[in-house]
T-cell receptor, first 113, second 110 residues
Framework: DAGVIQSPRHEVTEMGQEVTLRCKPI?????LFWYRQTMMRGLELLIY????????DSGMPEDRFSAKMPNASFSTLKIQPSEPRDSAVYFC???????????FGPGTRLLVL | QRVTQPEKLLSVFKGAPVELKCNYS??????LFWYVQYSRQRLQLLLR??SRESIKGFTADLNKGETSFHLKKPFAQEEDSAMYYC?????????????FGTGTRLTIIP
C-alpha cells in the first residue's frame, strides 16, 4: 500500500484564486482527517470524516474553507478565495477504526502570493 | 484540551540522555501520543501511552499528577534528529480529534 496519497505536493497561487487539495486515504480506512501546519500554530485539525460523513468541522477557519468526501477513496479540501494567510502545509491522515493510529500523507505545501 | 511543548529547539550530544517535554491540560483521562517526523519523511506515530512500549529506545510515562508525558531516551543517536510532536486525544466516546503541541526540533550533535 502506498499509504495516504496527497496531491499536489506543492501549490503556488495568487490571492483570490481557488485552491483544491486532494487526498486518497489508505484502502479500508473509515476515518479521514485534514490538518493544517503553520509555524505560529503548529498542527491543527481542520475537519474529520467517518465513513464519508463530516463529524467535526470545528477547526475549519471560515467559510472560505470547505471539505468533501464523495466516496471512501477520495476527499478534497477547497479554499475559495485564497489569501496569503492560508499559506501552510496541509496534511491528510486516515485511520482504520475508532481509536486506531492515524497515518499521515506527505502533505501539500501551499503558498498564496 | 491543550498540549504544550516548551522547547522549540533542543540540541543534545550523541550518547547523552534526551528528554523532550510535554505537558497537557484536559479534564478527564486523555490518551497521549508522540509523533515524529524525520527529514523528508511523513509524520508517523512513535509511541502511545496505553501501549507502554519502548520504540527505538524511547519511552514516555504518563504522569497524571504533573499532567506530563515527557519523551526520554538514555543515549541519543544521530538518527534521532527529527521533529517531535506530542498529541492528546480526549476520552469521550467517539472523539477522534488529536490536539498537537507545536513540536520540538531535536538535533543530535555528533
Amino acid at each position: 500500500d502506498a499509504g495516504v496519497i496527497q496531491s499536489p505536493r506543492h501549490e503556488v497561487t495568487e490571492m483570490g484564486q481557488e485552491v483544491t487539495l486532494r487526498c486518497k486515504p489508505i484502502s479500508g480506512h473509515d476515518y479521514l482527517f485534514w490538518y493544517r501546519q503553520t509555524m505560529m500554530r503548529g498542527l491543527e485539525l481542520l475537519i474529520y470524516f467517518n465513513n464519508n460523513v463530516p463529524i467535526d468541522d470545528s477547526g475549519m477557519p471560515e467559510d472560505r474553507f470547505s471539505a468533501k468526501m464523495p466516496n471512501a477513496s477520495f476527499s478534497t479540501l477547497k479554499i475559495q478565495p485564497s489569501e496569503p494567510r492560508d499559506s501552510a502545509v496541509y496534511f491528510c491522515a486516515s485511520s482504520r477504526q475508532s481509536g486506531e493510529t492515524q497515518y499521515f500523507g506527505p502533505g501539500t505545501r501551499l503558498l498564496v502570493l | 484540551q491543550r498540549v504544550t511543548q516548551p522547547e522549540k529547539l533542543l540540541s543534545v550530544f550523541k550518547g547523552a540522555p534526551v528528554e523532550l517535554k510535554c505537558n497537557y491540560s484536559y479534564s478527564g483521562s486523555p490518551e497521549l501520543f508522540w509523533y515524529v517526523q524525520y527529514s523528508r519523511q511523513r509524520l508517523q506515530l512513535l509511541l502511545r501511552h496505553i501501549s507502554r512500549e519502548s520504540i527505538k529506545g524511547f519511552t514516555a510515562d504518563l504522569n497524571k499528577g504533573e499532567t506530563s508525558f515527557h519523551l526520554k531516551k538514555p543515549f541519543a543517536q544521530e538518527e534521532d534528529s527529527a521533529m517531535y510532536y506530542c498529541a492528546l486525544r480526549g476520552s469521550n466516546f467517539g472523539n477522534e480529534k488529536l490536539t498537537f503541541g507545536t513540536g520540538t526540533r531535536l538535533t543530535i550533535i555528533p
